[in-house]
């Protein structure tokens, strides 16, 4: 364990990572009673922060799995509103300089600042997730093989539907949402024998723009792709999706989530019978992967891809619905098998 034990030492570190990060935004710091010298893993959030029951939630599930196992000192950070670069590095700096490590920015979005603080702190790990560009010796990228995922989600619509109309709703038109919608177009295509139509709109071209930060969007692209007579919508759009979700509840039609486990959100308990599964992806255990390695004195660095052969990429099935349909999981572990094999080769753009 890296842990020293100095009760009052971690008192007035808490006091000063309160103050040092004032000015980046909301934080939300959490310690063991006794405090350490050498902090654990902290994590600043993607656009949407903590409560988006999807991609940040996920990490900080991975944050709380380290803190219990661990039992040490982690940091939790919220984003601002119309953040630049810069307030992101001041974030992921204020972080490192106060003895955090692994320190991990959520989201594609901290690539510039991961790669100037990744310099300005050598003997503190890096993590960022969905990204791929910031090659390091103290960087790990840790990304995911979306469209594997997608795919399977797409062979769920095509079997699901009874219009012979599904939608998919992303939050920012970007190459990260694009694997997300190509890999279900694909699934889609390939159960249906192109019986089936996707009808597909992003919500921004920005991130900034709130793409995926704004539930409202998400519900009013769903209705409009309902009214299509769309009666399963497919969202990868973050906290936005949530809108998405509701449409579909509210019209009696099949959603299916991203990211995290949806049905199993307590926000979304009261849609959860139209949630039908979720396109999952494990942020969780790739940021408690990462926090290991650093306590295990081996610190992860490099790509580090999760897909369907790792088990970190899939398809929830906590809905009872879902879970029962035979022909549906059959089809679902005939694609997910040929997938793994290479016989299907998921196309991600």
């Excluded at 939608?167 to 919608?181: N, Q, Y």
């Excluded at 199993?264 to 290991?292: H, M, P």
Aim: charged content about 25%; proline content about 2%; some cysteine.
């Amino acid at each position: 364990m890296r842990r020293v034990s100095r009760i009052a030492v971690a008192g007035a570190a808490t006091a000063s990572l309160a103050l040092a990060l004032s000015a980046c935004g909301g934080t939300s710091t959490e310690g063991s009673s006794s405090g350490s010298d050498d902090k654990g893993l902290a994590i600043a959030y993607d656009v949407g922060g903590k409560g988006d029951q999807s991609f940040n939630d996920a990490a900080y599930a991975g944050l709380e799995q380290a803190k219990k196992e661990f039992d040490y000192e982690t940091a939790d950070i919220e984003p601002t509103e119309g953040e630049t670069d810069a307030d992101k590095a001041q974030r992921l700096s204020s972080l490192a300089k106060q003895g955090y490590n692994p320190v991990i920015g959520v989201g594609y979005a901290y690539a510039p600042a991961v790669k100037e603080v990744a310099e300005k702190y050598p003997d503190t790990t890096f993590g960022i997730v969905d990204d791929s560009q910031v090659q390091a010796d103290n960087v790990a990228d840790l990304v995911f093989s979306e469209e594997q995922a997608s795919y399977l989600a797409g062979v769920a619509a095509a079997k699901s539907t009874k219009s012979n109309v599904v939608g998919f709703v992303g939050g920012v038109d970007i190459p990260l949402i694009h694997k997300f919608e190509a890999g279900y177009k694909q699934g889609v295509e390939d159960t249906s024998g192109g019986k089936v139509k996707v009808v597909s709109q992003y919500l921004t071209q920005t991130a900034e723009e709130g793409g995926f930060s704004s539930p409202d969007k998400g519900k009013t692209a769903a209705e409009g792709q309902i009214e299509k007579k769309a009666d399963v919508v497919y969202a990868a759009a973050g906290l936005s999706g949530q809108g998405v979700i509701e449409a579909a509840a509210a019209n009696k039609v099949w959603a299916i989530g991203v990211d995290s486990d949806q049905y199993k959100q307590e926000a979304l308990a009261k849609y959860k019978d139209y949630i039908l599964t979720s396109a999952t992806k494990d942020v969780a255990k790739a940021v408690f992967g990462l926090a290991k390695s650093v306590e295990d004195g081996k610190p992860v660095t490099g790509i580090v891809k999760g897909d369907l052969k790792t088990g970190e990429v899939g398809l929830a099935d906590s809905n009872p619905e879902f879970a029962d349909d035979a022909e549906l999981q059959e089809a679902i572990e005939t694609a997910k098998e040929k997938i793994i094999s290479g016989e299907i080769k998921v196309k991600s753009s």
